[in-house]
């Protein structure tokens, strides 16, 4: 079950962005989206009637065996076609860029924080909240541009969003299970 769960969660999620990243036009990614979940949709409504089929009425091995050999020539179908790719290069990829952010704004901030304690006595100092990440930006002398920054300002609302998931759903199981052990 985990193992079915885990393939199906990655095949589909890494298959739907890779293959709009091969789109030269991208006027065409509805279009490319529309067919790509109508296939998804018919390969599932194939998996439930001709496999269920088969595992039911043939031979359970023959049911695993045939979406095994599909899988199998999917593979070699992916891989003959590699150098046809368009491949993107990551090196301006939010998750490339989110630790070397993070360096760059505790340094700048480290720096920033030094020179206010020195200019402390002084009665320009012209002091502005900033976040922690806004130290990376070169606006503030950081290495990294304001786009950057600010999606991983984004991503940093986000995560904590899914961080804060992983406790309710395990509290929310609990309380059903908890409530069907009581019947």
Request: with cysteine; net charge positive.
């Amino acid at each position: 079950m985990f193992s079915s769960g885990f393939g199906a969660s990655a095949v589909q999620v890494n298959i739907a962005i890779f293959g709009v990243e091969q789109i030269r036009d991208r006027t065409d990614t509805q279009q490319y989206f529309d067919k790509y979940y109508a296939a998804v949709n018919i390969g599932g409504l194939m998996a439930f009637a001709i496999l269920a089929y088969v595992q039911q009425n043939i031979s359970y091995f023959l049911g695993y065996a045939i979406p095994a050999g599909f899988l199998v020539l999917a593979f070699i179908l992916f891989a003959c076609g590699w150098k046809f790719y368009v491949q993107n290069s990551t090196e301006d990829s939010l998750m490339s860029n989110f630790f070397p952010v993070i360096r760059n704004a505790f340094s700048m901030w480290r720096e920033h924080r030094e020179n206010r304690n020195r200019d402390l006595l002084s009665l320009t100092n012209d002091y502005q909240s900033k976040s922690f990440l806004d130290y990376a930006k070169i606006s503030n002398q950081g290495k990294y541009i304001d786009r950057i920054v600010d999606d991983i300002k984004s991503l940093q609302r986000i995560l904590a969003v899914f961080l804060l998931l992983i406790p309710y759903w395990l509290v929310y199981i609990q309380v059903i299970r908890s409530e069907k052990t009581r019947q």
